[in-house]
């Protein structure tokens, strides 16, 4: 069963950047696809990234582009997501997700497609 657990949330000033972490285990790393998306009160969840088998394709949704980027480290079966100039809009819960049946370059931004889910990391932005 694969397990992915996010790190690296919590409480940032307007402008500022975090670095968000997920750690997979349960199946060879370089088999998953990974994908980031958040979800804010009251909001619909909302794709933010995705980084394909072999990190090849980096897919970033509208609202990140210019200010996100993914990257995975496969010595630590980590993905990664740099957020910087964050901005109020951004905060958030952020999930981290995995998929197994991805194709060699799909970084895909549709949730109903990754099988495995972390509990979610906090991230808020102050004005």
């Known amino acids: 069963q694969v397990q992915v657990v996010e790190t690296g949330g919590g409480l940032v000033q307007s402008g500022g950047s975090l670095r968000l972490s997920c750690a997979a285990s349960g199946s060879t790393f370089s088999n998953l696809a990974m994908g980031w998306f958040r979800q804010a009160p009251g909001k619909e969840q909302e794709f933010v990234a995705a980084?394909?088998?072999?990190?090849?394709?980096?897919n970033i949704g509208d609202s990140a582009k210019g200010r996100f980027t993914a990257s995975r480290g496969y010595a630590r079966n980590t993905a990664y997501l740099q957020m910087n100039s964050l901005e109020p809009e951004d905060t958030g819960l952020y999930y981290c997700?995995?998929?197994?049946?991805?194709?060699?370059?799909?970084?895909?931004?549709?949730?109903?497609?990754?099988?495995?889910w972390g509990q979610g990391t906090q991230v808020t932005v102050s004005s």
């Open positions: 980084i394909s088998r072999g990190g090849g394709t980096i």
């Open positions: 997700a995995a998929r197994s049946s991805a194709r060699i370059g799909e970084a895909s931004a549709r949730s109903d497609e990754y099988e495995y």
